[in-house]
């Protein structure tokens, strides 16, 4: 039987990629934990939201997640993953996590060796300026949104897609910008 999701767990929410999109997650309503290494001002932003954020990886931070999200920075082994897999709980990488995100609106995702998140701005700034009121997930803070995501109102969801290990093939853009 199928059930909806509510509860989704970050493991590595502090990082650039992985932020964003639990941000965008808790201001579409999603129950969002996650756990990372060290405290940053970017947890303090999802806390601020209304995420729960450990400090340190323990299996018990997966109990009652319906899926797991993970960055290519985690391990297959890492406590948490393995206490999700061993749960039956679902492991994602981050890129199919965005793609997800990128499904419910027409996407624009930006890839490059350099200027990704510069160009990734500079669309989300055009687009915001336009009235078009973007969804916004980037890999650096857009002063304009004070953040490096934004949940908009419009049909466009903005991405910066990482190339490094491949996972932006993950995605189906509407638009691809090289």
């Known amino acids: ?35 990372d290494l060290v405290y940053s001002e970017t947890i303090k932003r999802l806390e601020t939201l209304g995420g729960k954020v450990y400090i340190g990886h323990q299996a018990a931070h997966v109990e009652g997640a319906q899926v797991v999200v993970i960055s290519s920075a985690v391990s297959s082994q890492n406590v948490e993953v393995q206490a999700a897999k061993a749960s039956l709980i679902p492991v994602i990488p981050r890129a199919e996590m965005l793609a997800e995100l990128m499904r419910l609106k027409y996407g624009i995702a930006v890839a490059g060796a350099h200027g990704k998140t510069t160009t990734t701005s500079m669309v989300a700034t055009v687009l915001a300026y336009g009235g078009l009121d973007p969804t916004v997930v980037i890999g650096g803070k857009l002063n304009r949104f004070g953040s490096n995501a934004k949940l908009g109102q419009g049909e466009f969801l903005v991405a910066e897609a990482d190339e490094s290990d491949g996972s932006f093939l993950k995605l189906s853009p509407t638009i691809a910008v090289v």
């Not at 909806?4 to 965008?24: D, L, N, T």
């Open 1 to 35: 039987m199928f059930r909806k999701i509510q509860h989704i767990h970050f493991v590595g929410i502090g990082g650039s990629g992985m932020c964003g999109i639990a941000e965008v997650l808790l201001n579409l309503g999603y129950k969002v934990t996650g756990s």
